[in-house]
């Protein structure tokens, strides 16, 4: 385990096991390199990602990258937890089940654990420094969803009486401009719950080692919930226990747009609207934008630097990739070298 300390090193994590590697998980590390500074930038990979494309344009791109294959036993070992084998047999069954998902939760806490430092999902998109944050021993972040786990454990039919009208409430806010404002205002009907889309902690936290310990004893059940063994675990860990340098930041700073709502990245729009909407959506801490990724959105994702040029004035995710990831642009665009060639931003109003 890395030396303690009690704030959280410059260090970033991401996780990516698959034998692909999406354009927009390049752009989510190469904006974390362009705003933050990092010492370096862990990527806990796959072995097959070698001489794929994307990736080996984010290796030549960002010096401060250390790509490692995915090694569970070797860091479960170096962690000495009492649950190593219940954890070797979730990831097993975690694969066996193809819940993926799960398994990057687990391979997040156990490097945040061992090492520090400010994990992100490959659905994100830094805007700003995050070096305000790293004074806390530990941070999650909080988004507005519609079942937190205290409300899926209670199992009450009569539940469903009150989601049912603050769904269709936020699907007709994701369809057009204005309802970003409307779902703002009524933001507050809906659950305000952390998650694990983003986290950072110092070596060592107990909040990770507890995550862990819930991992190895509830996996078995993650058949019954997708959230259960990430968002789930971590709200229950939260509303159970006092952790004292946790600090607990509100949706705006990573989530200023919930799921479902995070629709509104990826509508054609007139520039004019874009503009507007980004002084909604972006606030002084906003820190980065995770956009939550779901099958019906990877439709719409720019798969290249040419797909960004051709939607940096028509979508607000190839607004904010530009600004996120090549911040230094003069115009509007990226060239296909990806060297910036344009800026969606106002100067005065970047991000």
Same mark, same amino acid.
Request: aromatic residues 12%; contains cysteine; charged residues 25%.
């Given at each position: 385990?890395?030396?303690?300390?009690? %704030?959280?090193?410059?260090?970033?994590?991401?996780?990516?096991?698959?034998?692909?590697?999406?354009?927009?998980?390049?752009?989510?590390?190469?904006? /974390?390199?362009?705003?933050? %500074?990092?010492?370096?930038?862990?990527?806990?990979?796959?072995?097959?990602?070698?001489?794929?494309?994307?990736?080996?344009?984010?290796?030549?791109? /960002?010096?401060?990258?250390?790509?490692?294959?995915?090694?569970?036993?070797?860091?479960?070992?170096?962690?000495?937890?009492?649950?190593?084998?219940?954890?070797? +047999?979730?990831?097993?069954?975690?694969?066996?089940?193809?819940?993926?998902?799960?398994?990057?939760?687990?391979?997040?806490?156990?490097?945040?654990?061992?090492?520090?430092?400010?994990?992100?999902?490959?659905?994100?998109?830094?805007?700003? +420094?995050?070096?305000?944050?790293?004074? #806390?021993?530990?941070?999650?972040?909080?988004?507005?969803?519609?079942?937190?786990?205290?409300?899926? *454990?209670?199992?009450?039919?009569?539940?469903?009486?009150?989601?049912?009208?603050?769904?269709?409430?936020?699907?007709?806010?994701?369809?057009?401009?204005?309802?970003?404002?409307?779902?703002?205002?009524?933001?507050?009907?809906?659950?305000?719950?952390?998650?694990?889309?983003?986290?950072?902690?110092?070596?060592? #936290?107990?909040?990770?080692?507890?995550?862990?310990?819930?991992?190895?004893?509830?996996?078995?059940?993650?058949?019954?919930?997708?959230?259960?063994?990430?968002?789930?675990?971590?709200? +229950?860990? /939260?509303?159970?226990?006092?952790?004292?340098?946790?600090?607990?930041?509100?949706?705006?700073?990573?989530?200023?747009?919930?799921?479902?709502?995070?629709?509104?990245?990826?509508?054609?729009?007139?520039?004019?609207?874009?503009?507007?909407?980004?002084?909604?959506?972006?606030?002084?801490?906003?820190?980065?934008?995770?956009?939550?990724?779901?099958?019906?959105?990877? *439709?719409?994702?720019?798969?290249?630097?040419? +797909?960004?040029? *051709?939607?940096?004035?028509?979508?607000?995710?190839?607004?904010?990739?530009?600004?996120?990831?090549?911040?230094?642009?003069?115009?509007?665009?990226?060239?296909?070298?990806?060297?910036?060639?344009?800026?969606?931003?106002?100067?005065?109003?970047? /991000?």
């Amino acid at each position: 385990m890395a030396e303690s300390s009690d %704030k959280i090193p410059n260090q970033f994590h991401f996780v990516w096991d698959d034998k692909f590697f999406p354009y927009a998980a390049y752009l989510a590390i190469r904006s /974390v390199a362009m705003h933050c %500074k990092p010492e370096r930038i862990f990527l806990w990979k796959s072995p097959d990602l070698d001489g794929v494309p994307n990736f080996e344009r984010l290796r030549r791109e /960002v010096e401060c990258l250390e790509p490692v294959n995915i090694d569970l036993p070797a860091w479960l070992e170096q962690a000495a937890l009492p649950c190593t084998r219940q954890l070797l +047999d979730a990831n097993r069954f975690l694969k066996q089940h193809n819940y993926y998902g799960s398994v990057s939760d687990l391979l997040r806490s156990l490097n945040l654990y061992l090492r520090g430092g400010i994990y992100l999902d490959t659905d994100t998109l830094t805007l700003r +420094d995050m070096a305000p944050l790293r004074k #806390h021993g530990a941070f999650l972040a909080e988004e507005h969803i519609l079942v937190s786990s205290e409300v899926w *454990k209670r199992n009450s039919r009569w539940r469903y009486f009150r989601t049912s009208p603050l769904t269709l409430a936020r699907d007709l806010c994701a369809r057009f401009a204005y309802g970003v404002r409307l779902f703002q205002a009524i933001s507050p009907l809906y659950v305000r719950v952390v998650h694990n889309a983003v986290m950072g902690c110092r070596p060592g #936290h107990p909040l990770m080692r507890d995550i862990l310990l819930r991992i190895a004893e509830r996996y078995p059940d993650r058949p019954k919930r997708y959230p259960l063994l990430g968002p789930d675990t971590v709200q +229950d860990l /939260v509303g159970e226990n006092v952790y004292d340098d946790l600090t607990v930041l509100p949706p705006r700073c990573f989530s200023p747009l919930g799921p479902t709502m995070t629709f509104q990245y990826f509508h054609l729009r007139r520039k004019k609207t874009l503009e507007t909407m980004t002084k909604w959506i972006v606030k002084p801490d906003t820190y980065a934008i995770h956009w939550s990724s779901n099958a019906t959105i990877a *439709k719409s994702i720019p798969q290249s630097d040419e +797909d960004v040029n *051709k939607s940096v004035d028509r979508q607000l995710f190839a607004r904010f990739a530009v600004a996120a990831a090549f911040p230094s642009a003069k115009s509007h665009g990226v060239s296909h070298d990806g060297n910036q060639t344009s800026s969606p931003y106002d100067p005065e109003h970047r /991000v």
